[in-house]
């Protein structure tokens, strides 16, 4: 269980209770205007409707995955395939993402925390303007879900 506090105008109010209790199982909101008067604060005690997804560990996302190898040749070779400024599909963006996280968590096994983790959080970071999922998460391991869902889809 977990308290949300919302500030919204009075005009939204009922839009904004009527999605909480949407996406919780909310108890009574309660409503006080705040001191300018201007806007109200919603109160109320929630818990998820669902038990969320678990994580999945790198180990879990990327058991099915190809070598690393032959993920970069992928990668370079739907690149040099594309029309110059293209946009690519989702699919690149994912296993590009993917192979990124990858390298980067090679690195951290080997004690080495460089520009690979940097790189592979900015890639991530970009998945998640793609997909705009609505979730507020750590970006590394949205891909791994995803990567993970994707392959066994695939299967």
Known sequence: MFEIRVICTPADTGHVVAALDRAFTAGTVSVYPTKDGQQNRLY???????QPEPWPTPEEAYALAPNIISEIDWAARTVADAACFSELEREFYLRKAALLDRIALHGESDGFHDDAAETALEAALFLL?????????DPRAYVRQQYARTLTHNQ
């Open 129 to 137: 303007d793609v997909d705009q999922p609505g979730v507020i998460c």
């Open 44 to 50: 109320l005690r929630a818990e998820h409707r669902e």
